[in-house]
């Protein structure tokens, strides 16, 4: 069977369900994830859901600022690397097409820049 493109809120909480299941069970970044979501699983895949539905499917249901959660996590390239592999196989296990590879060349461009300003506050604050 073909794989078909992203396309609805559905898919959407497939590939995020399908994604995060797999961050939780991974020996580097599961860690730091499930540290962090203590009881709050849910909620952050909720708002997963709304995140990835704005971006992709031009539906406006996310609002906010995704970087400050992030700011302080104990993370370095290795694990945006990881974050980047699983999300790049669950995306091309799942869906094909226009969507699936703008969700990739996103992911991308966040875990860069979320790597980034991590550093960069990092070392303003061991200035």
Avoid at 57 to 83: A, I, M
Avoid at 87 to 97: H, K, Q, Y
Wanted: proline share 5%; glycine share 4%; no cysteine.
């Amino acid at each position: 069977m073909a794989l078909q493109d992203i396309s609805n809120i559905e898919e959407i909480k497939l590939l995020v369900n399908t994604f995060y299941e797999k961050v939780q069970n991974d020996d580097l970044i599961g860690p730091v994830f499930n540290e962090k979501m203590i009881g709050r699983w849910p909620e952050h895949l909720e708002k997963m859901y709304r995140f990835w539905q704005t971006l992709l499917l031009e539906e406006h249901t996310y609002s906010g600022s995704p970087f400050p959660p992030h700011k302080h996590l104990p993370v370095n390239q290795s694990h945006f690397d990881r974050w980047m592999k699983i999300f790049t196989e669950t995306i091309d296990s799942l869906f094909a097409g226009k969507l699936a590879e703008e969700a990739k060349v996103r992911a991308a461009n966040m875990a860069y820049m979320f790597n980034y300003k991590i550093e960069y506050f990092r070392n303003q604050a061991n200035q």
